[in-house]
């Protein structure tokens, strides 16, 4: 595939915070498919109170085009190296008794479209695994949240050139939601009451579909 095409792992890769004893953010950019990373973050997790798992990639094409390399690097970023993470924070979250993992799904994990279908498929995965970890955690005082938006004004599109996703963008009549917005999704899902755990929360630009 060409380059252009998709963005580099890195570049996919979130950045990973964990709070230090005194509630200041610690930051660790790194990529998830890269085992010193996850070295780097085993030594963290002991601190993390609250983990955003917010990796994804994306690659439009029909079905019939997709190539094996194609389907296997987006769910190689998308499920399985977010699952390995969330696993390492969630095992020391466990051993501290607290803490809350959200999982950044998207709308894709509901429906399905045109050109995306691997990575509907991925967020089907992520979304199942969310519910999956609330239940097996939820007796351990941790939380799990989902937050699938619908669209956001992000670079994922940046270097397609398929027609149809061009006049998609060309033609809409709605305006994408930021990434600030997504992220106040987020903090009210973490400063909900204690008793309250917001499982899922949507999200749609006002005026899509």
Not at 130 to 146: D, M
Request: aromatic share 6%; proline share 6%; hydrophobic share 45%.
């Amino acid at each position: 595939m060409p380059k252009a095409d998709r963005p580099s792992r890195k570049s996919a890769a979130p950045a990973f915070r964990g709070a230090d004893s005194a509630g200041m953010v610690r930051i660790l950019a790194g990529d998830l498919n890269d085992d010193a990373y996850l070295q780097k973050v085993q030594a963290l997790a002991p601190e993390v109170d609250v983990f955003v798992n917010n990796a994804g990639v994306l690659r439009y094409a029909p079905i019939l085009d997709l190539s094996p390399e194609d389907c296997a690097w987006m769910f190689q970023t998308n499920v399985l190296a977010a699952l390995k993470i969330t696993q390492t924070i969630a095992r020391a979250m466990v051993a501290n008794k607290r803490g809350h993992i959200v999982f950044m799904s998207s709308i894709a994990a509901r429906e399905v479209y045109r050109l995306a279908s691997v990575y509907c498929a991925t967020k089907h995965a992520l979304s199942a695994l969310a519910r999956a970890l609330r239940l097996e955690l939820q007796g351990f005082g941790i939380k799990v949240t989902e937050v699938a938006p619908g669209m956001v004004d992000t670079d994922i599109r940046v270097g397609s050139d398929h027609p149809d996703v061009l006049a998609s963008v060309a033609n809409r009549k709605f305006k994408p939601l930021t990434a600030q917005e997504v992220a106040d999704a987020v903090v009210y899902a973490l400063q909900a009451n204690p008793n309250c755990c917001p499982d899922l929360i949507e999200l749609r630009p006002q005026g899509a579909f």
